[in-house]
C-alpha cells in the first residue's frame, strides 16, 4: 500500500484536525474524482481517497473467489481499519457510494457519524431482476464510463470531435476492471433490501433526475433508511461532483454542519490512500 498527500492553499496535514472523510470513487475512476468538490467544502476536512479495487489503475480486479457479493463492504471496511485516524464521514460516489451503503447496512455500528452517497446505484424496490435490466445495466455501465470522460474534460469537451471521444471513451472502456461488470449487476440487484431499513446513520443521497441509467430518480428508493436525506435534482448529472461542484458542496456543508459539528477550523487536506 503506498500514499500520496494531496494539500490546497491553507491545507493543515496535521492528523487529528477537523473533520475526517474517507472517499470512495464509482467504477472506473480515481481518487483524483474528489478533487473539485474537496476544494468547493473548503475548510475543516481532512479527506483520505481510496482508490478501489474497480478504479480505473491497470491491473486491477474486482473477481473475488471467496464471495463477490460481499467483496465492496469488506474492501471498504479493510480500507477504514487502515487508516491513520478515525472516519466521521464517509462518501461514495456511484458504485462507491454502493460500496458505502452495503457497508452501513451489513455492520452492526458503522463507527462513522454520516455519510453521504452522489448518484448511488439502485434498482426500484417494485422492478424484479429481468434479461433486459440486466442489459440496460451492461449498456449504462459504458455510458457511465463515457459521461466520465466528459466531466472531467468539461468545457474542452466541446473542442473534440465525436469520433475522438468515441475513441478516448474506448480506451476508458479498456481500463474496466475484469468483473466489474458482475459485481456491479450483483450490487444493483441487491438492492433495495431490507436491512436498509435498519441503518441509522445519518446520510445525505443525491442524485440527478437527468441521469436515467443506474441512478436518478430510482435514488427516492433509499428513503426506507430512517436517518437518510434524499435530495434529487433535475439538473444534476451523474458526475455532480464535478460538474455541480459548488452547488453539492454546499448541500454537504449545510447537511454534515448539522449531524457533524466540526471541532475547530481548519485547512482543507486530501490524502489519497491506494
Request: hydrophobic share 45%; proline share 9%; glycine share 8%.
Amino acid at each position: 500500500m503506498t500514499w500520496r498527500l494531496l494539500t490546497t492553499p491553507g491545507a493543515d496535514p496535521a492528523p487529528g484536525r477537523g473533520r475526517v472523510v474517507a472517499a470512495v470513487h464509482g467504477l472506473a475512476d480515481n481518487g483524483t474524482t474528489w478533487h473539485d468538490l474537496a476544494a468547493a467544502l473548503g475548510a475543516g476536512y481532512r479527506w483520505y481517497v481510496v482508490d478501489a479495487p474497480w478504479s480505473a489503475d491497470s491491473g486491477r480486479s474486482l473477481v473475488d473467489r471467496a464471495n463477490p457479493s460481499e467483496g465492496p463492504a469488506r474492501w471498504l471496511r479493510q480500507t477504514l481499519a487502515a487508516l491513520p485516524e478515525p472516519v466521521d464521514i464517509l462518501v461514495g460516489h456511484s458504485f462507491g457510494a454502493n460500496a458505502v451503503l452495503d457497508h452501513l447496512a451489513t455492520r452492526p455500528e458503522p463507527a462513522v457519524r454520516a455519510a453521504v452517497l452522489l448518484a448511488p446505484l439502485v434498482r426500484p424496490a417494485e422492478r424484479a431482476p429481468h434479461p433486459v435490466l440486466i442489459a440496460r445495466t451492461r449498456a449504462a455501465i459504458r455510458q457511465v464510463v463515457s459521461d466520465g470522460l466528459r466531466a472531467r474534460l468539461g468545457p474542452r469537451a466541446a473542442q473534440v470531435a465525436d469520433d475522438v471521444l468515441a475513441a478516448m471513451a474506448d480506451k476508458a472502456l479498456q481500463r474496466v476492471p475484469d468483473g466489474a461488470a458482475e459485481v456491479v449487476l450483483d450490487r444493483l440487484l441487491a438492492t433495495p433490501r431490507p436491512a436498509l431499513g435498519q441503518v441509522g446513520t445519518p446520510t445525505l443521497v443525491l442524485a440527478g433526475r437527468g441521469d436515467q441509467r443506474l441512478a436518478g430518480v430510482r435514488a427516492s428508493s433509499l428513503a426506507v433508511m430512517p436517518a437518510v436525506d434524499v435530495r434529487i435534482h433535475r439538473h444534476y448529472g451523474h458526475f455532480c461532483h464535478i460538474t455541480q461542484a459548488t452547488e453539492v458542496a454546499a448541500e454537504c456543508a449545510e447537511f454534515l454542519d448539522r449531524v457533524v459539528p466540526a471541532p475547530a477550523p481548519t485547512g482543507p487536506i486530501m490524502e489519497v490512500y491506494v
